[in-house]
């Protein structure tokens, strides 16, 4: 599910930790954890349990990487309104410092009255030229003054700015934090599932998640042997092809470990292409084709909310990061309901 300067002053680094305040909703449609049903047969209720909490556990999974790549754009916010504040500050300090030396030397003349300065002066051409070198003076002071003026609005500006990001991202903090409990409490929850079961039914259901919805073979109306749509997408697909037996990690995007959208992200990096975080955001990153027009390196999106995603390999394959405990892999086309392919 997918992205990968100077240090900011002490009062941003507390609000700077993470993700973001319009994902909240999504954790709280995610619900709570329910147990499995009581006297539930591995046939029957476990085997949908586990199913039911890796598909929860991979849409909190996704909010998460929501989360977590607003929240690096809030970071940026704050260290270019850290940068602003500080040059205008530096503005402010030398319309100062200017003003300062200006007043100050006015002060040391003694402020004499121009008329009387005329009638004291032996030489009446040299106070003019003097006079019309104060009125120059004089006239540059007040456009230094209207400017440290215009500085000084604008760094309020930027502080309550800078504030109002801050604040976000104390709220953010919140919100990914109830993220990463929701998918360690689901995942916790199916890993006790499967450990309660005997090494052949866990081998059932392993077999099952790669095999149950389809074989390996092409199917009706897809091509076998077409060649990827373009040379980025052979690039893609050449990265993720190199990512196969590396394992899942929720919220991970390369290059040790993967979840699914992550790993999308992390192969088209390779051929210099970037996508969004999540793989409901890649489902809009290209143009969306019909799945009998498919060739290899599209990406494949899974379940009607475009909760998963995946690379088509060719051959009726997809290579994707299927869940925790597993690693990238091979797996048929058809393994789950297609909701649609992007080409990049």
């Given at each position: 599910m997918g992205s990968h300067r100077r240090q900011a002053p002490s009062g941003f680094d507390r609000g700077v930790s993470a993700a973001c305040a319009a994902v909240t909703v999504l954790s709280a449609a995610l619900g709570g954890l329910s147990a499995a049903p009581a006297g539930a047969t591995w046939?029957?209720?476990?085997?949908?349990?586990?199913d039911r909490l890796y598909q929860e556990a991979?849409?909190?999974?996704?909010?998460?990487?929501?989360?977590?790549e607003r929240a690096e754009r809030l970071r940026r916010r704050v260290r270019d309104a850290q940068d602003r504040i500080a040059r205008h500050q530096q503005?402010?300090?030398?319309?100062?410092?200017?003003?300062?030396?200006v007043a100050g030397a006015q002060y040391r003349s003694g402020?004499?009255?121009?008329a009387l300065a005329l009638l004291l002066t032996g030489d009446p051409d040299d106070y003019l030229d003097k006079a019309a070198t104060l009125d120059r003076i004089?006239?540059?002071?007040?456009?230094r003054l209207r400017q440290l003026r215009q500085e000084l609005r604008r760094l309020a500006q930027e502080r309550a700015g800078a504030t109002r990001t801050l604040a976000e991202l104390d709220r953010s903090r919140t919100a990914v934090a109830a993220h990463r409990r929701a998918v360690q409490r689901k995942l916790a929850r199916a890993r006790q599932l499967l450990n309660s079961l005997s090494p052949a039914e866990?081998?059932?259901?392993?077999?099952?998640?790669?095999?149950?919805?389809?074989?390996?073979?092409?199917?009706?109306?897809?091509?076998?042997?077409?060649a990827p749509a373009s040379a980025r997408a052979a690039v893609a697909l050449t990265a993720v092809r190199s990512a196969l037996g590396r394992p899942y990690v929720w919220g991970a995007n390369g290059p040790s470990g993967f979840d699914c959208s992550g790993l999308m992200q992390?192969?088209?990096?390779?051929?210099?292409?970037?996508?969004?975080?999540t793989s409901q955001e890649q489902r809009l990153a290209g143009r969306r084709i019909p799945l009998s027009r498919i060739r290899p390196g599209d990406l494949v999106v899974y379940r009607s909310d475009a909760s998963h995603i995946g690379m088509y390999a060719g051959r009726g394959r997809v290579?994707?990061?299927?869940?925790?405990?597993a690693s990238v892999r091979y797996d048929p086309l058809h393994m789950m309901p297609v909701s649609s392919v992007t080409r990049i």
């Open positions: 046939h029957g209720g476990t085997r949908a349990e586990v991979e849409k909190a999974t996704e909010a998460y990487d929501k989360a977590g503005r402010v300090n030398t319309l100062r410092d200017a003003l300062g030396s402020g004499v009255d121009p004089g006239a540059h002071q007040a456009v866990r081998r059932a259901y392993h077999r099952a998640t790669r095999f149950g919805r389809g074989g390996l073979s092409a199917g009706p109306g897809l091509p076998v042997d077409a992390w192969a088209y990096a390779q051929a210099g292409v970037h996508l969004p975080r290579i994707h990061a299927p869940y925790p405990g």
